[in-house]
């Protein structure tokens, strides 16, 4: 998924569909969102970005997302699949948001924008480097506007010798090292199954912006926030980015195995696949007794971690052999009451079901007049008990609020 493609610029106005304060401090009463009162100017697209400004903006921030006339953000137009005509893509990262169409090279609409970004506190984007500078919203002129603004850039590859080379999310798993540890040894290459890369970065963005705002809290200095796609995914890979940086070992692809944990994969049992993940001996011991395996307890090649890493084909094969003899269920209720991580493989409908059955509430319903009906959404994870996230506006229609935006800035 592209997060620093080309440099063309967004653009448009539109209507107003309901009215407020941007960046007002009275939104911080009882019952706003922990950031409420902040407001971010959004010049991204795609993934990483828009990912991030939707936590923030679930968590009370005001997001005006600027997007470029007549096409807006590239994700209106990834399908299928559609809901009632509108791309599920854009609807799953867009919601709390304003959009803005505005033609970035119009004298014009640019200086909605520079008034926009003198009024933020937060301005995020991910256009090719340099981009921002050629348009007069580089970092070093925003701040002349806005000396405390948090100004956060998403790369793909830093701003130095990578500024050129294209940020997608598919390319980095490829050059960063993901896809040499996904999938099996003699299987090739995998990429993961949605763009984590983008995820993480996105992450990542969030965390820099909410330390660059509490440093400018203390001080009323605002800085730059930079954050590439590669370093992202080289820190996620935590343990296999340690093993080589710490011993010089180059992991690679074990499947669904673990380098470093016997038992830790996928076990077929007997009417689908399912997983074990004994991190430990005492796991292991307990594993076994379920399985009525004491064989296996008493074998010194697997009363260790590091035995049964070395051991671990004929582990994997006499567990096979076993687990192969009753439902996935049966199994993994009889495990997890003795304490052993275990599931079954999960489509995404039941992953859903799941969440809601332990009452996680993993789905929300927004309101949407414009629609006219409700619109489903993955709810924002983060739990705050004072200041919950909270869901007020559907995912943008292009340049919906474009009147109230400028409005707001006396435009």
């Known amino acids: 998924m592209e997060v620093t493609g080309d440099d063309r610029a967004c653009g448009g106005a539109g209507d107003v569909t309901d009215s407020g304060g941007i960046g007002d401090s009275s939104d911080a009463g009882a019952g706003a969102g922990a950031l409420a009162g902040l407001l971010v100017a959004d010049f991204t697209r795609v993934l990483a970005g828009p990912y991030a400004t939707m936590l923030l903006a679930d968590l009370g921030a005001e997001v005006v997302k600027v997007e470029r006339p007549g096409r807006g953000d590239d994700t209106r137009s990834w399908g299928p699949p559609y809901a009632d005509g509108e791309a599920t893509y854009f609807l799953g990262l867009n919601r709390n948001k304003r959009s803005i169409a505005l033609d970035l090279r119009d004298p014009g609409d640019l200086e909605v924008a520079r008034a926009l970004v003198a009024r933020a506190d937060v301005l995020i984007e991910n256009f090719r480097p340099g981009t921002m500078e050629r348009l007069g919203l580089g970092h070093a002129q925003a701040a002349e506007l806005n000396p405390g603004l948090v100004y956060c850039s998403i790369t793909g590859f830093g701003t130095g010798k990578g500024a050129d080379l294209p940020g997608y999310d598919l390319v980095v798993q490829a050059v960063g090292g993901l896809m040499s540890v996904t999938g099996e040894p003699e299987g090739g290459p995998v990429k993961t199954g949605v763009a984590l890369v983008d995820v993480i970065t ?73 997983v074990i993940a004994a991190g430990n001996d005492r796991q292991f011991r307990a594993l076994c007794a379920v399985l009525e395996r004491d064989d296996l307890a008493r074998d010194p090649r697997f009363a260790t971690n590091s035995g049964r890493v070395a051991a671990r084909e004929p582990l994997a ?22 304490g052993v991580p275990c599931g079954p493989i999960n489509d995404l409908a039941a992953a859903c079901d799941l969440g809601a059955s332990l009452g996680l509430e993993p789905i929300v319903q927004l309101d949407d007049p414009r629609r006219g009906e409700r619109v489903p959404q993955v709810a924002n994870p983060i739990r705050l008990g004072a200041t919950p996230a909270r869901y007020r506006l559907a995912p943008p229609g292009l340049g919906e609020h474009g009147v109230w935006v400028r409005e707001i800035l006396g435009r």
């Open 202 to 274: 996105g992450l990542h963005a969030v965390a820099g912006l909410l330390a660059g705002l509490r440093y400018r809290d203390r001080t009323g200095q605002g800085q730059r926030v930079e954050v590439s796609l590669l370093t992202s995914l080289l820190s996620a890979l935590t343990s296999q980015a340690s093993a080589y940086v710490t011993s010089g070992v180059v992991p690679r692809a074990l499947g669904n195995r673990h380098p470093s944990i016997v038992p830790y994969e996928v076990f077929e049992a007997a009417d689908r696949p399912m």
């Open 317 to 338: 094969a006499a567990l096979s052999q076993t687990l192969a003899r009753r439902p996935a269920d049966s199994w993994c209720a009889a495990l997890t009451s003795a």
